[in-house]
């Protein structure tokens, strides 16, 4: 009934069903149509036609003071959400994991702000997931596998975990059995170790370890120490392991893959701004030797 109220107003203001017609790009019977099914709706006639154009009923008066005003201020709102969402200029808001957004996404960070100057970004960046509802985020980058929760969501690649232990180290295990007594340190998110051969065979261990922390950089920092093994994602340890400070212990042995989204609300329409994250760190990611993209 919206856009049939629409046209009755641009019928009024137009002054005939052929000028109206032209102002809402529809033929001149779609026009009278929908005033037709306008006037069965609310059960009168609001327009006297004729030859010489059209003329408002009393009753149809009444509908247009009501409904004029209240259609040119929705118009108005369109057009403003229009312009959000399609300008570039405006703010965005991201949610992000601490350790991936402050370590290796830190470059995209700085290199998107300086491409879009425009764009007033807001990173909230934090170890617990946020809700994207409350926050009024525009997207949250996830990582690991995501629930049916009614966000949408975009798969981007995944990133493997590794063994690693400081390059110091010289008594470290050669076998499975050897692992599972050796000193460990892990994160609260990755305590059991489910490890995969290159030959495809799998192995769970609920191992007792030295040392626990919810920060996986406490990790590392506890690995480079000398503290033991640990398991920790290839993006965090790729560098320190291209520069010889860490070594991979039992490279034939790989952690889960940790699977990276992209995810926004449901009813949300994607703004301009929030596209061109995703473009961006699509791109960004594609590039990365520690990233396998899909």
């Known amino acids: 009934m919206l856009d049939n109220l629409k046209v009755f ?7 005939s069903l052929s000028r109206a017609a032209t102002q809402v790009d529809m033929t001149v019977a779609t026009v009278s149509r929908r005033l037709d099914s306008l006037e069965d709706a609310l059960g ?5 036609r004729s ?22 201020a929705l118009d108005q709102r369109l057009l403003n959400l229009d312009q959000t969402l399609n300008s570039l200029a405006g703010p965005l808001k991201v949610l992000a994991p601490t350790n991936l957004a ?16 425009e764009i007033q970004l807001t990173l909230n960046v934090s170890n617990f997931r946020e809700d994207m509802i409350a926050s009024r985020a525009d997207l949250a980058i996830r990582v690991g596998p995501q629930p049916d929760s009614g966000l949408r969501q975009k798969k981007l690649g995944h990133t493997t975990t590794l063994l690693v232990a400081a390059a110091s180290k010289t008594d470290l295990p050669l076998d ?18 489910h490890l995969t051969s290159g030959q495809g065979e799998t192995v769970k261990f609920n191992k007792q ?5 919810d920060d996986l950089n406490v990790v590392m920092n506890l690995v480079q120490a000398g503290a033991g093994i640990a398991m920790l994602p290839s993006s965090m340890v790729y560098q320190l392991l291209e520069e010889g400070e860490l070594q991979q212990v039992m490279p034939d042995w790989q952690g889960p893959i940790r699977e990276v989204y992209l ?11 929030a596209r061109v994250l995703q473009s961006e760190l699509i791109r960004f990611l594609q590039q990365q030797s520690w990233f396998n993209s899909l």
């Open 9 to 15: 107003v641009v019928c009024v203001q137009a002054g």
């Open 44 to 48: 009168c006639q609001l327009l006297n």
């Open 51 to 72: 030859p010489r154009g059209v003329s408002l009923t009393a009753r149809g008066e009444i509908y247009y003071t009501e409904c004029a005003e209240l259609i040119a």
């Open 102 to 117: 402050c370590g290796v996404l830190a470059p995209f960070w700085r290199d998107f702000i300086q491409r879009y100057p």
């Open 176 to 193: 499975l059995t050897s692992l599972e007594h050796y000193p460990s340190i892990a994160s609260n998110l990755i305590q059991q170790w």
């Open 209 to 213: 370890h030295q040392h626990i922390s």
């Open 263 to 273: 995810v926004w609300p449901h009813k949300h329409s994607l703004s301009a701004r």
